[in-house]
Structure formats: structure tokens, C-alpha cells
């Protein structure tokens, strides 16, 4: 995984297939997300919480088994984000952020 600085604040980040970028309270947020991958499909999202100092919304995979966190490729879902976890297999995000993530594996 390879992190750059795009100005003194804002960091980006590639996201695939199962990974997790979460923020505990007042460490940062995610400013953005795109979604990345061949025109006309789609990426995809296991977990969503928004908010840049706790969650006060989240959307998960398992709140239903018919909830599908689908995002167009080349389509932007804007923050304050504080948690995504990519869904495993080809999914991938240019993931924008400021702060301190949490960035891990599963």
C-alpha cells in the first residue's frame, strides 16, 4: 500500500479488496472516496460510517443481506467519512484523508 501527500494536509491512498482505513475520535477523516475500475461496473463497500469525529451514520453489509454498497467506478462519495472497509475481491478506491488512519489488511 503507498500513501502520498497530495498538499500539506489532504493524503490519498489506494484501497483494495478488504481493506479498512478507520479514525478514532478527533485523529482525522476520510475527505473522499472514488471508486476505481473498468467503465460500467461498479466497486464495492462492506462497511460505511460517516462523520469526521464519531459516527453518526453507518451502513453495513450486515444490517441486511439485501443492502449492496455498490458505487459506480468513477463516481466520488464525499466526507467526512470515518470508517470504510472495501469488500473483498476486485474492489478498489482512491481514498482521500487527513489525519492518522488506522489502515489494515483483513
Do not use: C, W
Not at 500539506?8 to 482505513?21: D, E, F, L, R, V
Not at 439485501?66 to 472497509?85: H, K, T, W, Y
Amino acid at each position: 500500500m503507498a500513501s502520498f501527500v497530495t498538499n500539506k494536509k489532504t493524503k490519498a491512498t489506494i484501497a483494495t479488496g478488504s481493506m479498512q482505513i478507520k479514525f478514532t475520535a478527533g485523529s482525522g477523516y476520510i475527505e473522499r472516496i472514488q471508486a476505481l475500475g473498468p467503465q460500467n461496473t461498479s466497486s464495492s463497500l462492506q462497511h460505511l460510517s460517516t462523520g469526521d469525529v464519531g459516527p453518526t451514520s453507518v451502513v453495513s453489509e450486515s444490517l441486511s443481506p439485501l443492502l449492496a454498497l455498490d458505487i459506480p467506478n468513477g463516481s466520488v462519495v464525499e466526507g467526512p467519512l470515518n470508517e470504510i472497509r472495501v469488500k473483498h475481491g476486485s474492489n478498489t478506491f482512491l481514498v482521500y484523508y487527513k489525519g492518522d488512519p488506522t489502515i489494515t489488511q483483513g
